[in-house]
């Protein structure tokens, strides 16, 4: 997944669909032409354009069959192409069952039908280790759950386009929706195939001739990570995130025991349980660790926002969540007690009186749901949302709020759907780098903000502070957590490709020996001799340890520009620790260490190589598909401590 200049992109896409106006003919002939001639180069940029997706199966075919003709290609071009040529073929397939399916049950069908699936999927995987009625390993059913709650935006996408009605809430299943869902989750698979590899997040490889299960395949697709630590990155990254998640301090977790109600003190030495409120507890927990992620963007929570004509607080907002959560918790443990469907549905004022609102909290009901009347609102926004609804009819889907980030879902909310008052246009960038500014005062570290010089061709500065002989340079930026990888690659090749080149620009200067003398004059610091170490600094941590952003500045010793979250530089920087993880087999979970750092080339060498503190990792588990694509299965990791494990 690499970035390419949004300009040559740009060019590319405006001569294809130049092309492509002209007529299929000339739009074939113009991409072969540059196939031919510029080889790997071209094939990397048409796959991030998009625009393969506009070919038919048939010009994909006369598109292989041209480059094979010629004497000099690369491998990599004819094993992606037949790769999409098989994964569109697939799709096609999938669309057309679909369609049949809906057709030959038209009666039978219903968003009731389709999202109850869910709970009766679970089922069968928590009961008898099934998956549609065959046995498999715990990680291939955890695996395949995961992924059908991730097809959700598929499950919408089949409900608009058929205009599925609504109907009843019921215990039993049809076969029907069975075979829906089946198609649905693997028409999401084809799809999430498509999108890695053209995002340049994977690698294909066909082998021919494979044995699998005492059969011998014609062939078998290996997928394999493009980016070669990809996988250790995501397992560092979320190790490091979900320790941080779960701290907290013993005196708060006390408070929050005591203000849920779950223990009560009766005098000095007695402290009386009640186990009734455990939901309560956990709840009040969740939503303290959610607070403490927003904080370092959002200040106090107390910030005002308009929708709808109305004022709100982030408190407020924070407060709906907590009881949809509850809620949400209730209903599971129905389904751990046997019931078998636990999907809930209630009107607009049913919903308010089930979570305790008041009727003027309906707006804030609607901020978290996802109307799929809305076309308007693409389907991919629903894994932001832990409501669907149709209308004013809220549709509660337990296990599937469940995999929803809580606090990416505020903030999406509080980016994008409503209007945050503050004295900035850039609200969000502007609290963030205010958070900043604050957290380095109480570090007792200087933090520098430059003010635009154009007689000296100076940027502004966001952030800068000297630490050894070391000058750290960074760009803020502060953006919505993705949710998924096609999320992440947008991320990418907007706001964190923007701060990249505002970074490039900043630290161009900073290598100019005179211009360099300005900005130590400016601030009061000798700056001459000192290295330079630029950054990417991010409200959350999804990027951090990506290594694929690099300047060519020869002055520079660092081969690319490291990203890192707030959290973890704040951390590291205060207790001038650096976090280590180890996989320990005994237990199949991974523990946590520290290593001290004294020196500030040391703090920039783990910032630029973060997920080498995965000290020892799990052995890969792989998987073939039915449609006999081998891939890696990305097992949920387990945090060791004191004999407690964390799974996620």
């Known amino acids: 997944m690499r970035v390419i200049d949004r300009q040559i992109l740009k060019e590319l896409e405006s001569n294809l669909k130049k092309e492509l106006k002209k007529g299929d003919s000339y739009f074939i002939d113009y991409i072969v032409a540059n196939y031919l001639k510029n080889g790997l180069k071209f094939h990397l940029l048409i796959m991030k354009s998009g625009f393969i997706n506009a070919m038919s199966l048939q010009q994909i075919l006369e598109l292989i069959s041209s480059i094979l003709s010629k004497d000099n290609y690369d491998d990599q071009i004819i094993e992606d192409l037949v790769f999409i040529h098989y994964l569109m073929e697939k799709r096609n397939l999938y669309d057309a069952e679909i369609e049949q399916i809906y057709k030959g049950n ?3 069908l219903s968003i009731e039908k389709l999202f109850g699936y869910i709970d009766h999927l679970k089922y069968g995987i928590d009961s008898y280790d099934e998956l549609y009625g065959q046995k498999y390993p715990p990680e291939i059913l955890n695996s395949h759950f995961e992924h059908v709650l991730d097809c959700m935006n598929e499950f919408i996408d ?9 109907g009843e809430i019921s215990n039993t299943y049809s076969k029907a929706s069975e075979e829906l869902c ?9 799809k999430s195939n498509l999108n890695t590899l053209m995002m340049e997040l994977i690698r294909i490889k066909r082998i021919e001739n494979y044995k699998h299960e005492e059969i011998i395949v014609d062939q078998v697709f290996n997928k394999s990570h493009n ?27 006390i408070h929050l025991y005591k203000e849920s109600g779950f223990i009560k003190e009766l005098s000095k030495e007695l402290l009386y349980m009640d186990e009734s409120k455990d939901i309560d507890v956990y709840v009040e927990i969740e939503q303290y660790k959610v607070k403490q992620i927003l904080q370092p963007l959002y200040g106090d929570l107390s910030n005002n926002f308009i929708y709808n004509k109305r004022s709100y607080n982030v408190e407020e907002l924070l407060d709906v969540y907590k009881k949809i959560l509850k809620l949400v918790l209730q209903q599971q443990l129905k389904f751990e007690d046997g019931q078998k469907n636990i999907l809930l549905k209630y009107g607009a004022k049913g919903l308010l009186r089930r979570l305790g609102l008041a009727n003027q909290e309906k707006d804030l009901l609607e901020l978290f749901s996802f109307n799929i009347d809305d076309r308007r609102v693409p389907s991919h926004v629903v894994h932001s949302k832990p409501l669907i609804r149709v209308g004013q009819i809220y549709y509660i889907i337990p296990y599937f709020i469940e995999n929803i980030s809580v606090e990416s879902c505020i903030d999406k909310i509080l980016s994008t759907e409503v209007e945050l008052i503050t004295n900035n246009n850039d609200a969000k960038g502007y609290l963030f780098e205010s958070q900043i500014k604050s957290y380095f005062e109480k570090l007792n570290i200087n933090l520098y903000q430059i003010a635009k010089d154009d007689k000296y061709g100076i940027p502004e500065i966001d952030g800068l502070f000297v630490l050894d002989e070391y000058i750290f340079i960074f760009e803020a930026k502060a953006t919505i957590k993705p949710a998924n990888i096609m999320e992440a690659y947008n991320n990418l090749k907007g706001k964190v490709y923007e701060g990249y080149k505002q970074l490039e620009l900043r630290t161009q200067v900073l290598l100019n020996i005179e211009q360099r003398d300005i ?4 601030i009061g610091i000798n700056l001459n001799e000192k290295k330079v170490a ?9 990027f951090n340890g990506y290594q694929e952003l690099s300047f060519n500045f020869e002055e520079l010793d660092s081969t690319h520009i490291p990203i890192i979250d707030f959290f973890t530089l704040k951390n590291s920087l205060e207790f001038k620790r650096l976090p280590f993880w180890e996989y320990h087999q005994r237990s199949d979970s991974y523990k946590y260490s520290e ?8 703090l920039y060498s783990y910032m630029l190589n973060q997920y080498n503190g995965l000290i020892a990792e799990e052995e890969p588990f792989y998987q073939i598909t039915e449609e006999y694509i081998r891939a890696l299965i990305a097992k949920p990791v387990s945090i060791y401590n004191n004999n407690k494990f964390n799974s996620f």
């Open 519 to 522: 900005i130590g004059k400016k």
């Open 106 to 108: 038209k009666k039978g």
């Open 182 to 190: 089946k198609r649905i989750s693997k028409k999401g698979a084809i």
């Open 158 to 166: 089949v409900i608009r386009a058929y205009n599925i009605p609504q």
């Open 227 to 253: 980016i070669h630590y990809w996988r250790k990155l995501e397992i560092y990254r979320d190790l490091n995130y979900q320790r941080q998640y779960n701290e907290i301090a013993e005196e708060k977790e």
């Open 595 to 602: 290593v001290t750092y004294t020196r500030a080339d040391e």
């Open 534 to 542: 630029p950054f990417l600094l991010m409200n959350h941590y999804f």
